[in-house]
């Protein structure tokens, strides 16, 4: 259908490439019901990937510049709200180049999640991340430093600044044989892998997180699948590094390729190896401390974000550390990676 800027109508398609409509449109439409209140003079009808357009040339024109600002803008945050929508659709418009107001938030999950720095190490590591190519982030359970680890990946992700994600852990039992859990060794190996895969579900969409997985922009494997790599325009990630030894960490660090950014993350009041002094973690951190380029932040209880109970028994038990035989004292947090 043809028309002028005089009234008549034309149809337009408009392509919705490269993201899930779910996220776009919002849970039960309600982000593409506020698309069609802000565009009345607009028959808006959305079509799986495609929305169709009925109306005057010039409103159609507007409504498909503001509509792939806002596109681009949820490609590169990850995240809509009601205020990205109406931002989108005022006059001036949005594009991916306007940063989010909250300065805080390293990352715009699902359904709206923020996920932000939430406590002083925690805002630590971000800031570090800008000066440093390699860092390491050690403490207690449950104090942010995988999570905010992931958030700052997917981030530089989104951002193109790196071209994959690689997130890796030793596989290492915690008091259950490996080889008689059920399955193939992928089977076997993806409860190891499981908090990795929680953190990822959190930030982004289900379906762009299965193609990512599916085309290796993101990675998920056991320590033991890095050797030999060279990890090029990456940002990798390792977990639980106070289950690897000296050897093992060494070679997973000279695996750094050009443009690469290394997190290393771990727990040296849990480490699961037969002898505890075969982690090769607070060994690494000291070899390391003085390398420029190479950046270090060790959290403590202070950091803990779960439930309020955790910090209360992470107390209990380095008490309990401080009033056991003298070779248990290099099992606690505090004492081994200390200036």
């Not at 991340?129 to 390699?134: E, H, K």
């Amino acid at each position: 259908m043809l028309s002028d800027d005089m009234g008549e109508e034309i149809s337009k398609q408009i392509a919705v490439d490269g993201v899930d409509v779910r996220e776009l449109y919002g849970p039960r439409n309600i982000y593409l019901e506020q698309i069609r209140s802000l565009h009345p003079s607009l028959r808006i009808v959305a079509r799986g990937s495609t929305l169709k357009v009925l109306g005057s040339k010039s409103e159609a024109e507007r409504f498909e510049r503001r509509m792939q600002g806002l596109i681009d803008y949820y490609l590169k945050y990850g995240h809509i709200s009601h205020e990205v929508v109406a931002q989108a659709f005022a006059a001036a418009g949005i594009s991916a180049d306007d940063a989010p107001a909250d300065q805080d938030v390293i990352v715009y999950g699902n359904n709206g999640n923020v996920v932000r720095a939430r406590t002083v190490n925690q805002q630590r590591l971000v800031q570090a991340y800008d000066s440093n190519d390699l860092l390491f982030a050690v403490g207690p359970a449950g104090s942010g430093k995988t999570y905010t680890a992931i958030a700052l990946a997917v981030r530089a992700l989104r951002e193109k600044i790196v071209r994959r994600v690689i997130l890796t852990r030793p596989a290492v039992e915690a008091g259950e044989k490996l080889g008689f859990l059920p399955g193939d060794m992928k089977e076997k190996l993806d409860p190891y892998l499981q908090p990795l895969y929680d953190a990822l579900n959190d930030m982004i969409p289900p379906a762009k997180l299965q193609k990512y997985m599916e085309e290796g922009t993101i990675q998920i494997a056991p320590l033991a699948y890095m050797r030999g790599r060279t990890l090029d325009n990456a940002f990798v990630i390792l977990d639980e590094a106070q289950n690897t030894t000296l050897p093992q960490i060494k070679m997973f660090l000279t695996r750094m390729g050009r443009n690469a950014k290394f997190i290393v993350t771990g727990d040296v009041t849990q480490i699961d190896l037969p002898r505890k002094s075969d982690s090769g973690l607070t060994r690494a951190i000291e070899i390391l401390r003085e390398v420029k380029g190479i950046g270090i932040i060790e959290f403590d209880r202070r950091d803990i974000v779960r439930h309020e109970l955790v910090k209360h028994i992470v107390d209990a038990f380095d008490r309990h550390s401080e009033t056991s035989e003298p070779h248990h004292r290099s099992e606690s947090y505090d004492s081994p990676i200390q200036k």
